[in-house]
Every structure is written in structure tokens, then in C-alpha cells.
């Protein structure tokens, strides 16, 4: 059974930093590509970034696009995201994503088959 596990949230000013880590393990089969969502209450689950787990590219949303950085460990069983310039708008809570598929949508949340539990990121002063 495949485990997601994020670890790094927190509290952090505005114009600050935060990497978030999703520890991947019990997997059998690698994954196609690993996304982070995020989710502020009263609003629908957000693409924010995803990377092709073999090759490495990287895809980002519009409103964190060169803020935030998605990348994997060479040993491919942690993923990560390094988030920059944190606005108050940021904060919401983040989940890590495993994709089966090689023909799906990478920043359509249905489209993902495993999810980790999720970690919260406030930024405010």
C-alpha cells in the first residue's frame, strides 16, 4: 500500500520561506508523476506543482509559479516543495500526490489515486 507522509508546515511570515517534504514508501511500482495540492477552507483543492517522477520536469500553477520549487531526492523516495515569498494567500493546507497513470491530467485532483494526510502552512505576521 502506497504511504504519503508531509512533514514541514508551520507558521511563517510574509516574504518567507518554507520546504515541505512528502515521504513515499510502500510502493511496488513507481509513480508517473508526484503532485502537491493545496486546500484553503471554503475553497476547492488547488494545483500548485508536480514533477514527472523519471525524468524530472517540472510543471507549475499560475499563482505560485516562480515562488515555489517541486523537486525529488536522487534516491526517489521523498518528494519536496521549497516555497518562496510566501504570501498570506499561501497559507492552506498542502498535500503530496502519487499519479499511476502515464495518460492523465496532472493538475486535476481526481486524476491522482494516492494522497498523503496533508500539513498546514500559515503565513501571517
Known amino acids: 500500500q502506497v504511504q504519503l507522509v508531509e512533514s514541514g508546515g508551520g507558521l511563517v511570515q510574509p516574504g518567507g520561506s518554507l520546504r515541505l517534504s512528502c515521504a513515499v514508501s510502500g510502493h511496488t511500482f513507481s509513480p508517473y508523476v508526484m503532485g502537491w495540492f493545496r486546500q484553503a477552507p471554503g475553497k476547492e483543492r488547488e494545483f500548485v506543482g508536480a514533477i514527472f517522477w523519471d525524468v524530472g520536469n517540472t510543471y507549475y500553477g499560475d499563482s505560485v509559479a516562480g515562488r515555489f520549487t517541486v523537486a525529488r531526492d536522487d534516491a526517489k523516495t521523498t518528494l519536496y516543495l521549497q516555497m518562496d515569498s510566501l504570501k498570506p494567500e499561501d497559507t492552506a493546507v498542502y498535500y503530496c500526490?502519487?499519479?499511476?497513470?502515464?495518460?492523465?491530467?496532472?493538475?486535476?485532483?481526481?486524476?491522482?489515486?494516492?494522497w498523503g494526510q496533508g500539513t498546514q502552512v500559515t503565513v501571517s505576521s
Open positions: 500526490a502519487f499519479q499511476v497513470s502515464d495518460d492523465a491530467d496532472i493538475n486535476i485532483a481526481t486524476e491522482y489515486d494516492y
